[in-house]
């Protein structure tokens, strides 16, 4: 069955939708498989004191967020590629508990700027003894990453005695050629000066969610309309002509050898009624 008007354009945004979400949801899945399973912070999860820090939880999250992502994804786009309404509802589900989740945790990450500041600290205070180590370069492209974002370098900033200045961001002036912010204290300070920003991105991706959450209401509903229309069957020029019905005859009479014993008996036949066909 065919869409149009709002539901083909929510059909081409779905689809939009699911292929941003699913890169999204292979980097996080991706990420947390190679810190969880990875030759260098597997160890890491085999100590039973480092169970509760944040560099595990966090690890965990992002395996547990991509596999929830992925699935989402997978009714999502069967549903809007093939419009299937089951799908889509399944699909609007699970889009409303993440939306209700992104608006949770935006508040909560607001009103606990500090806490969360700290953990995210104690994160890159994981990432940075990895690194020292084993010096894996996926690791130091992540730090490396981290330094050029928030312009900070390695747990001091000392460029004298940094172990991990290789991975830090050109100094500005003068004086950070000796000595850079360092990032445990960045990023503590930045997490609480940018709360808001933070709560704001969380917000926005709620609504984005709630736009694809409308986008699969519509659908579904033209689906829905669609699968309970009557169908008709439009006759063009090309299409054959109906065979004529055959004339009845006027009256049968039934045989006297038949009924010996009873008069005649006349059948009269129903009457013929012409439906007229709609041509196209």
Known sequence: MAVDGCGLVCKYILILFNIIFAVVGLAFLGLGLWL???????????????NSSAFVIGVTVL??????????????DYGACNEKKCALQVFSVLL?????????????????????GLKLGEFYTTLYTLYVNSQDPAIG?????????????GMTGVALVELVKQTCPKPDGFMEHLVMPNCPA????VFDSRAPLVMGIFV?????LIVALICSGVLSS??????????????NSSTPSLAAPQPYPQHVTASNNSFPNQDPVVFTPLSVVNIPVAQA
């Open 186 to 189: 960045t990023i503590v300070t």
């Open 36 to 50: 969880r399973f990875g030759q260098d912070t597997r160890g890491i999860f085999d100590i039973d004191a480092l």
């Open 96 to 116: 409303f508990f993440l939306a209700v989740a992104e608006f949770v945790i935006g508040g909560l990450a607001y009103s606990n700027s500090d806490t969360v």
């Open 141 to 153: 492209v992540t730090l490396a990453f981290i330094h050029n974002s928030l312009h900070c370098c």
């Open 63 to 76: 395996i547990i967020l991509g596999s929830i992502m992925l699935i989402v994804v997978v009714f999502g």
């Open 204 to 208: 926005g991706t709620g609504a984005l």
């Open 222 to 235: 033209q689906i829905r309309q669609a699968s309970s229309s009557p169908q008709y069957i439009i006759l």
